[in-house]
């Protein structure tokens, strides 16, 4: 009932243009997680074995130790590995291997730079692992860093000392052919802070769940047209249809 003045709920300015307010940055529809980038379902680091994580990861045994050491901490998640070296988790003179193992004995602990993750292997592990826990359910998505709007994006970071950040991730988007397809892609941006990536990484994922998805059609003999629109959430399988309509 827009464009009506105070006749009826809400009240409107009777100008001729939707008010769209907060309706342009909020969303009912949101979802995390969904598979893998290679299709599979996500490994949960908090449950995977070592074995898992080599076989799925290609990453060395004591890297996958390290990350299952990484993921015991409950208040840890998988975004923290872009500021958190593999090498910090660790202490003592031997690596803390997690409980189920695999029955192997302890190793001595290998080098920080043998333990740490290069930025190929953090993209996979990123890609292909999650610290969701499964009972809690599903969990509400991140904003998409490749299709926020600018305007949303400059007003979540309005402080003129982030003014350039902005500037940055807009540029790092749209000069690349294919987006941002990692986190991992953020480093690139010249001199970022780890509370900066940090701030990113728990604010946007590269990837969108949740998809409205249209379809309209004319009969040639009575010229009527019908649109058919569907919300539908990719974020498990089979995808699921959130909300169907014709108009």
Same mark, same amino acid.
């Given at each position: 009932n827009?464009n009506d003045?105070?006749? %009826?709920?809400?009240e !409107? !300015?009777a !100008?001729g243009a939707?008010?769209?307010?907060?309706?342009q940055?909020?969303?009912?529809? +949101?979802r995390r997680?969904?598979m893998s980038?290679?299709g599979?379902?996500?490994l949960?680091?908090r449950y995977?074995?070592?074995e898992? *994580?080599v076989?799925r990861?290609?990453?060395?045994?004591a890297?996958?130790d390290?990350l299952?050491?990484?993921?015991?901490n409950?208040s840890?998640?998988l975004e923290m590995?872009?500021?958190?070296s593999l090498? %910090?988790t660790?202490?003592? %003179?031997?690596? !803390?291997?997690?409980?189920?193992?695999?029955?192997?004995?302890?190793?001595?602990?290998?080098?920080s730079?043998e333990?740490d993750?290069?930025?190929d292997q *953090?993209?996979?592990v990123?890609?292909?692992?999650?610290?969701?826990d499964?009972?809690?359910?599903?969990?509400?998505?991140?904003l998409?860093i490749n299709?926020? +709007?600018? +305007?949303?994006?400059?007003?979540?970071?309005?402080d003129?000392?982030t003014?350039r950040?902005?500037?940055?991730?807009l540029?790092?988007?749209n000069?690349?052919?294919e987006? #941002?397809t $990692?986190? &991992? =892609?953020?480093? =690139?941006?010249p001199?970022?802070q780890?509370?900066?990536? =940090?701030?990113?990484a728990?604010?946007?994922? #590269?990837?969108?769940? &949740?998809f409205?998805v %249209?379809s309209k059609g004319? $009969?040639? $003999? $009575?010229?009527?047209e019908v649109?058919?629109?569907?919300? &539908? =959430?990719?974020?498990t *399988?089979? &995808?699921?249809?959130?909300?169907?309509?014709?108009?």
């Amino acid at each position: 009932n827009e464009n009506d003045g105070n006749v %009826s709920a809400p009240e !409107d !300015d009777a !100008d001729g243009a939707m008010k769209v307010a907060w309706g342009q940055l909020l969303t009912t529809y +949101s979802r995390r997680g969904g598979m893998s980038d290679t299709g599979q379902e996500r490994l949960n680091l908090r449950y995977a074995t070592t074995e898992e *994580l080599v076989e799925r990861l290609g990453i060395e045994e004591a890297q996958a130790d390290a990350l299952r050491a990484f993921a015991s901490n409950p208040s840890v998640t998988l975004e923290m590995l872009l500021t958190t070296s593999l090498s %910090s988790t660790q202490t003592g %003179s031997g690596t !803390d291997v997690p409980p189920n193992a695999g029955g192997r004995q302890q190793q001595q602990q290998p080098q920080s730079s043998e333990l740490d993750l290069t930025n190929d292997q *953090l993209r996979v592990v990123l890609g292909e692992c999650t610290t969701d826990d499964p009972l809690d359910g599903p969990q509400p998505g991140k904003l998409n860093i490749n299709t926020v +709007s600018e +305007s949303l994006l400059r007003q979540m970071f309005s402080d003129p000392s982030t003014e350039r950040l902005v500037d940055e991730i807009l540029y790092l988007r749209n000069n690349r052919g294919e987006g #941002v397809t $990692s986190l &991992v =892609d953020l480093k =690139d941006i010249p001199d970022i802070q780890g509370p900066d990536l =940090d701030r990113l990484a728990r604010a946007f994922d #590269v990837r969108s769940n &949740v998809f409205l998805v %249209s379809s309209k059609g004319r $009969s040639e $003999s $009575s010229g009527l047209e019908v649109e058919i629109v569907a919300v &539908v =959430d990719r974020s498990t *399988l089979p &995808v699921k249809i959130l909300e169907y309509r014709e108009q």
